[in-house]
């Protein structure tokens, strides 16, 4: 906290020397463009109304005010949402002010605190942007980044607003908003340069998961994708590098990627391919989401529908010492799946709320198997679970076709979230099992709330290292994606919330570092701590230098700045003054 307070008073008093350096800036900014701050509201370069109307009458009347998803729900007719409503991704989704983890929406470190909470009686606009572009063709989004860089606007780009690092959101920003952008094509033979790239299925930046698989069904395909209904995958979910419980079948999502239509910070709209602009196509498939410029569309590689089981099962434990015999037990079995191709959803939540014990939920989708296959390859864990000190309280089967069995309808989100997390290499579940039981040991005993281990590496993820993409090459010899969650209250104070903050980056993530056994470990920079200190090593590795030359070359002027993002080290936490 007096951390956080130091640099405020560090940057308020940046701002009022600036018109003593006034002159020189204003040099700077006619010779090269270079700019101290972004404009914010109440400065002088800051637009005015008849700028923004214009902005808006150019845009057909897309532009829209956007406030705190609590205020919006306050300001609807009936006074407030409901209580179903407010945890629905699908209805937040549709609020342009909305993060599926709203404590992004806050400004924490403001003086006062910026906050607007479900209950309260007070709201600030927070990291909530004051504009969006509600687009619904490219030249929305064209005229949009145009005005952001002519005016010095901080710009934030959102698709479904299911961040966890609050990429999405920037106080005082410009919001360019891909929600309406729905298109979905089927190619049976599409063409990058002068070579077929079979099957494909191109989809725009707003649309969801859940309609993205059924859109495939209905063609007999399927796509290589994540788990939740609202997710975009062609937002920041594929710039990430994107996993899916298929992907030991079938790759990382970017491993499956032909084509990207991307409209960059000069306004121009680019097709990037291994034929066309193929730097930034490199760049597009793991090198960060928000950080490239603003995606229209992403092809994607299609599979011919197949059929899935997912065996679920459920276990409770009233001790520490129980709970990490099951993980022990786990970490013996690790590999059982390993041939089946399967991937596996394994959840330890130490306390529930309502619930009397540990909740460990594990969830595994093997594709192409009858249930009979799967229940046979889950035999010898359960067999060993079960002569635990634990009760199993749900065992379920299903047998479907894969695009219904990863389809939700709907996701309970709409809280405070925090995460960390590591690639945990495959040599570590086969030779220090102890290693996991300790790792398990301490971020329990230190109160964590989820611990999160998604077994979806290895197999086709391992075998596609020789593939030349910009996704943390740390994926492919991990065998899981390693989380350490944490939600929080309402009514948690500032400075707790700075103190969760703090044992997240200093204790929990790096108790998921030592167990890598790596000095350089890797994370998957989509599902991770926002405050991650050595981030370019930790979420891009050996290609860190060869995305910033690329963004260097298509973002020269940092118009697209997130959170421990590629070049985001130029720039102040908040993105929106040049750190030097
Ligand atoms: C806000 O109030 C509603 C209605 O009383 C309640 O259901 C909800 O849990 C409250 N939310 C928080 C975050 O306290
Ligand atoms: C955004 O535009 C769509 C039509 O493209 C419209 O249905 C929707 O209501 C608009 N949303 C807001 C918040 O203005
Ligand atoms: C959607 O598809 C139509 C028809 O091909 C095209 O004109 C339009 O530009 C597309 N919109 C976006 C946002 O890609
Ligand atoms: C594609 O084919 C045309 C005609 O043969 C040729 O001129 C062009 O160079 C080829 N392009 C690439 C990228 O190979
Ligand atoms: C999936 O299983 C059903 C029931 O056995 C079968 O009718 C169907 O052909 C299978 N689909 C595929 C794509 O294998
Ligand atoms: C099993 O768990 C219960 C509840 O925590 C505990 O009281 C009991 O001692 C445990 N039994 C064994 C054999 O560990
Ligand atoms: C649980 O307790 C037993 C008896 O004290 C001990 O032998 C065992 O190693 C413990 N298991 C774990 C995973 O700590
Ligand atoms: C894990 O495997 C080791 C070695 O085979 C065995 O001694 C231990 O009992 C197993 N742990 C559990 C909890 O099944
Ligand atoms: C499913 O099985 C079919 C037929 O053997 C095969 O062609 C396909 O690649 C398999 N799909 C997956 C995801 O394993
Ligand atoms: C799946 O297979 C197991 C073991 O053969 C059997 O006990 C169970 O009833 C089957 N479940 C379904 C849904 O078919
Ligand atoms: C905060 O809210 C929780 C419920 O979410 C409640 O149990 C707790 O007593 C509250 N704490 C304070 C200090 O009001």
Redesign the pocket.
């Known amino acids: 906290m007096i951390l956080v307070a130091y640099l405020e008073v560090f940057i308020m008093s940046t701002r009022s020397l600036f018109p003593l350096f006034g002159i020189i800036s204003t040099c700077l900014e006619l010779t090269s463009g270079w700019r101290q701050c972004r404009n914010q509201p109440g400065d002088p370069g800051f637009p005015t109304q008849e700028q923004w109307d214009q902005l808006n009458s150019q845009v057909g009347g897309r532009l829209i005010s956007v406030v705190p998803s609590a205020k919006f729900c306050h300001d609807l007719p009936s006074g407030s949402c409901t ?1 179903a409503e407010w945890i629905s991704t699908t209805f937040r989704s549709t609020i342009p002010g909305a993060m599926d983890n709203y404590n992004w929406e806050q400004d924490y470190s403001s003086n006062p605190p910026s906050i607007c ?3 309260g009686t007070t709201c600030g606009q927070g990291n909530v942007p004051i504009f969006a572009v509600n687009a619904s063709s490219i030249s929305d989004i064209q005229a949009g980044v145009n005005f952001a860089r002519t005016h010095n606007l901080k710009l934030s780009v959102k698709a479904s607003g299911h961040d966890f690092l609050g990429r999405s959101t920037a106080k005082g920003s410009l919001m360019l908003w891909t929600h309406y952008f729905r298109n979905i094509t089927f190619d049976d033979d599409f063409v990058v340069g002068n070579n077929s790239v079979g099957n494909t299925m191109t989809v725009g930046s707003g649309v969801p998961l859940n309609m993205m698989y059924q859109s495939a069904k209905a063609q007999g395909k399927m796509v290589c994708a994540g788990f939740a209904s609202t997710v975009v995958a062609s937002g920041g979910y594929i710039q990430g590098g994107g996993h899916s419980a298929f992907s030991p079948a079938l790759g990382l999502a970017v491993d499956n990627v032909v084509q990207f239509e991307i409209v960059t910070a000069d306004g121009k709209l680019l097709t990037a391919n291994e034929d066309e602009h193929s730097d930034l196509f490199w760049a597009l498939r793991g090198g960060g989401a928000g950080s490239w410029g603003v995606i229209i569309s992403t092809t994607f590689k299609t599979f011919p529908a197949f059929n899935a089981t997912a065996l679920t099962t459920i276990y409770l434990s009233t001790s520490l010492n129980s709970t990490l015999s099951v993980v022990e037990a786990h970490t013996n079995h690790s590999s059982d799946w390993d041939a089946l191709r399967a991937g596996q959803y394994f959840y330890i939540y130490p306390t529930y709320p309502g619930v009397p014990g540990t909740v460990i939920s594990i969830s595994t989708l093997f594709p192409n198997a009858t249930n009979e296959t799967a229940s046979a390859a889950m035999a010898p864990l359960l067999t060993d679970l079960n002569a635990l000190n634990v009760t199993q309280v749900y065992l379920n089967s299903e047998t479907a076709l894969a695009s219904d069995i990863v389809t939700t309808a709907d996701d309970q989100l709409g809280a405070n979230n925090l995460l960390g997390s590591r690639l945990i290499p495959t040599s570590v579940y086969e030779n220090n099992v102890q290693g996991v039981v300790d790792t398990y040991k301490a971020l329990i005993e230190s109160g964590v709330q989820g611990i999160l281990s998604h077994f979806v590496a290895g197999g086709k993820v391992a075998e596609n290292k020789d593939l030349d993409v910009s996704v943390n090459s740390k994926w492919r010899n991990a065998k899981s994606h390693l989380i350490a969650a944490t939600t929080y ?2 009514n948690t104070t500032v400075s707790e919330v700075e103190d969760i903050k703090d044992t997240m980056t200093n204790k929990w993530v790096p108790l998921l570092a030592k167990l890598t056994g790596e000095s350089d470990s890797g994370a998957y920079s989509n599902e991770a701590d926002a405050r991650e200190p050595n981030f370019q090593v930790t979420f891009f590795g050996d290609n860190y230098k060869k995305l910033l030359a690329t963004k260097n070359k298509y973002d020269p002027n940092g118009l697209f700045i997130v959170t421990a993002g590629v070049g985001s080290e130029g720039w102040n936490a908040e993105g929106l003054c040049r750190a030097n």
């Open positions: 209580e909470l479900q209950n209250p309402d």
